[in-house]
């Protein structure tokens, strides 16, 4: 029998909205274009290259932002309603989690480009993830709470704030907040009716630590 590839897990915070739910009824989501994400200082960096290729190429990014965890607290006050949304954990092949999703890197300073380097015969800009992709995977160490990962992809209108495309992975699981209510995991029972695999899981809080522990949650029966 041939292995099953290795596969990677990475996770959302979502708000229980109107389209957190249409993501999970469609299997989309919403990729932002840069200057359009919490951080005011997405996107700048240090130009000593005298080159404005990276410029335009921030400018065409689009980005979904994930992270590695799923108990993070300040995460599911910030990102979930305050401990009112979910979480959502999707698998990724691993060929897809290394071509395509990033890890950001925390640092005190703005990341510097000394210099652009282009593929020869074609002047097409060299994408290095030391060099010209650190300036677009690089935050505040204020922000490394996040432990963030990003999958990336080039806007198809780049005058467009964002796009919900595809997310490239399998949702797996469901993690439901502490304070999120009945009405939010119905809908999410009831969307979810033809992928009965996804795991429900409820928060609560831990005895004698400051952390989330997950039980599983029952699947309502199909209507």
Known sequence: MKPSP????????????????A??????????????????YEGRYVNRSGEPAVDHL???????????????LLLWAHYADNHRGVCLQ????DDVYRGQCFPVKYSP?????????????????????????????????DWSYEEE??????????????????VPARLTAIYFGLRTSPQTIVIADRLLQDRPTVEFWQAS??????RLVFEPRARLSPA
């Open 23 to 40: 993501d999970l009824a469609d299997g989309q989501a919403w990729y932002s274009r840069y200057d359009c994400l919490n951080d005011p």
């Open 6 to 21: 290795p596969v990677q897990n990475l996770c959302r915070y979502r708000a229980a909205s109107g389209n957190t739910f």
């Open 205 to 210: 809080l831990a005895v004698g630590e400051f």
């Open 149 to 166: 990962y990003r999958l990336l992809r080039i806007a198809e209108d780049p005058s467009a704030s964002g796009e919900r495309r595809p």
């Open 58 to 72: 921030i400018e065409s990014l689009r980005v979904l932002c994930f992270s590695r965890r799923n108990d993070n």
């Open 90 to 93: 999707y698998e990724f092949a």
């Open 109 to 141: 300073d703005q990341p510097i480009l000394e210099r652009v380097e282009r593929y020869p015969g074609t002047g097409t800009l060299s994408i290095n993830t030391d060099r010209e992709a650190k300036v677009f995977l690089t935050k505040s160490q």
